[in-house]
């Protein structure tokens, strides 16, 4: 009853008890609840929970796969910030917010493209993303991604508006640009993980957020992102 309340209703659930479970079985499905340890690994995505959820939670589990794409949660690294550490001084956009949203990400994406970060047809396929759904965050954040063919690394980029700009009907003053490598091993699956779990943890953490918009410069958002983490 309470995934019927998370779930679209056009979802179809199936319950199994753990002895009637398999690889074939599960791997059948697009996405899997679990209240045990399964005995196996299989390639859909698997979400643990307790008998009685907390709705809210799962329905953070249920945006953070969808958002990067159905990769499987790994164990996190608690003490540095992996915002950070990919945010270089040449990865960070102060964007004029007369130009709006658009226009700013395109001026991102092409100074990336320019240097070598980024392959000629990634704006376009980051057009084509949103198509398919919003990449806005609630609380000024938005994360555009879509994967990039210039090099098997994650690169990772962070645009900052003045004030706050409209996009999709709701307020962007963050644009972090994410381009995923086509072929991902399992460190870059675990990367993906803690980026976007670092960034949701700003989006759902007033007085973190409160700081980032208070931050002077890219040192201050540094110093920010890094505070962060240790939360």
Do not use: W
Request: aromatic fraction near 10%.
């Amino acid at each position: 009853m309470q995934l019927e309340r998370i779930l679209n209703l056009n979802n179809e659930i199936d319950l199994y008890s753990d002895q009637e479970v398999n690889v074939p079985l599960l791997q059948s499905y697009d996405l899997v609840f679990s209240t045990v340890n399964l005995p196996f690994e299989i390639d859909s995505p698997i979400i643990k929970i307790s008998e009685i959820l907390d709705e809210e939670k799962v329905k953070q589990e249920i945006e953070k796969i969808s958002y990067i794409g159905f990769i499987p949660q790994k164990h996190q690294d608690a003490h540095h910030s992996i915002l950070k550490n990919l945010i270089t001084p040449s990865r960070y956009f102060k964007l004029d917010q007369s130009k709006g949203y658009e226009d700013g990400l395109k001026e991102m994406v092409s100074q990336l493209t320019s240097i070598g970060c980024l392959d000629d047809g990634f704006y376009e396929r980051i057009q084509e993303r949103e198509k398919k759904g919003s990449m806005v965050f609630s609380n000024y954040i938005a994360l555009p991604h879509n994967f990039q063919f210039q090099s098997n690394s994650i690169e990772l980029a962070l645009g900052v508006f003045d004030k706050p700009v409209l996009k999709n009907g709701k307020e962007v003053k963050f644009i972090f640009l994410l381009g995923l490598p086509k072929k991902q091993s399992d460190h870059v699956e675990h990367m993906i993980v803690k980026i976007y779990d670092e960034i949701l943890r700003i989006a759902s953490n007033d007085n973190l957020l409160r700081m980032l918009l208070d931050a002077k410069g890219y040192e201050d958002l540094m110093d920010v992102l890094e505070y962060g983490i240790k939360l």
